[in-house]
């Protein structure tokens, strides 16, 4: 196996375990705000409780994403060192902003926000929470102004065989982070959302003490997933329409759409022949994918083999098509998971504004596995995302075959894959224990709350 295989496979492994806590905490961390504001607004002590109780998720949940998120920094400069020599200039600005001025804002006034409760005045303390929220999701902002330059490269200028910034501002307004940065933002809404609902629903099932706190928690999630999982699949439709315009191939492979169609049909299910670029079996939708793109059911969508063409002749001989089979059912899975979610996301709505609680057992089961269907969908989403790119690291700047480091052997790699792979392993067991545990625990009284947040603390 070359370096550059087992290069890829580390870090969709390490991005992958790292993504899994960071929707939660961009999601729960805004959910925590909005609790303890009701809390400060009504007094009412059943919001304390409750922020309390989804704090202490939320407290495990940053630590494993901080320790799981470092590890990303050293890749950049080991086993992609050609692409940081190539990217540095570009992409260390926004990543540096994001660690001195997001990230440091965020871990900061968790802290506060966890010794401050006795300290601090209500209205104090409730602001440090949104201090967290802001902090959490500006640091997904300057990420994704980092990741935009490799979907869209804006600002700069080859010079000495590097990518030189020569605009900062055109980074930061470039049109791909604009329709990037909401989808990840609702996404974490959602993710958060049903985060909640699950854990609430076990609680219903259960029948556990102080059983109303978990009713009222249901009912926020319901409605902050409701707003959530509306706006991720509305900005999601935009990011696909701007995603057919600046990466038409990614689009083509999505649909393993051949040859250039007008009008466009959807796939909804195609068996292909990725060799010789044909299908072998197909059920589509005439028209559709081109209402998809064009807000019409008549208008051109570029084919993968009319790409290809193109490709060569703008970039010069090789190779252009991603992974079609890759591309195409991790969309597919993106969206049905997504589906799943409207359809229990509107169930959870209705009978949370009716006040209903009364479900069935059954669908208290559904609705606490249906904690991991955001994942799913967000996991797929990003392999959907760059895989669909390759076989540009930069998108007609630099190739991922080029970014790879020409120092560090394949079997360092290796090694450090199959370590990273066991470390990670552990993390999300102790995780999923201390998730455990303390979900399981509940909504406790208020002399164990400061305990619990202690021992969080250190064991996490």
Known sequence: MEAVFIARWQFAIVTVYHFFFVPITLGLTIFVAIIETLYVKTGDEDYKKMT?????????????????????????????????????????????????????????????????????????????????????????????????????????????????????????????????????????????????????????LKKSENIHLYQKSFKIAAIYGFIGVSLVGLQGHYQGQYMAKIQPMKMAAAEALWDSEDPAAFSLFTIGDEKNREDVFAIKIPGLLSFMTHNSFEGEVEGINNLQADYEEKYGPGDYVPPVAITYWTFRIMVGAGTLMVFLILLAFYKSMKDDFNYNPLFLKVFFYALFLPHIAIATGWIFTEVGRQPWVVFGLMQTK???????????????????????????VATIFLWKKYAKAGMVDEHHDGDDVESIISKA
């Open 402 to 428: 080029d970014a790879v480091s020409n120092t560090v052997p394949a079997g360092n790699v290796l090694f450090s894959l199959l370590a990273f792979s066991v470390l990670y392993a552990i993390l999300m």
């Open 52 to 204: 309390k109780f989804w704090g202490k998720l939320l407290l495990i949940n940053f630590a494993i994403g901080v320790a799981t998120g470092i590890v990303q920094e050293f890749q950049f400069g080991m086993n992609w060192s050609q692409y940081s020599r190539f990217m540095g200039d570009i992409f260390g600005a926004p990543l540096a902003i994001e660690a001195l001025l997001a990230f440091f804002l965020e871990s900061t006034f968790l802290g506060l926000w966890v010794f401050g409760w006795d300290k601090l005045s209500k209205k104090m303390h409730m602001a440090t929470m949104w201090l967290v929220a802001i902090g959490s999701n500006l640091s997904a902002f300057w990420i994704l102004v980092a990741n935009s330059f490799m979907q869209q490269p804006v600002g700069y200028e080859l010079a000495n065989g590097r990518a030189e910034m020569t605009d900062f501002l055109a980074l930061v307004t470039n049109g791909h982070v604009w329709v990037q940065f909401p989808h990840v933002i609702f996404a974490g809404m959602s993710t958060a959302a049903f985060f909640v609902i699950g854990i609430s629903a076990w609680h219903l």
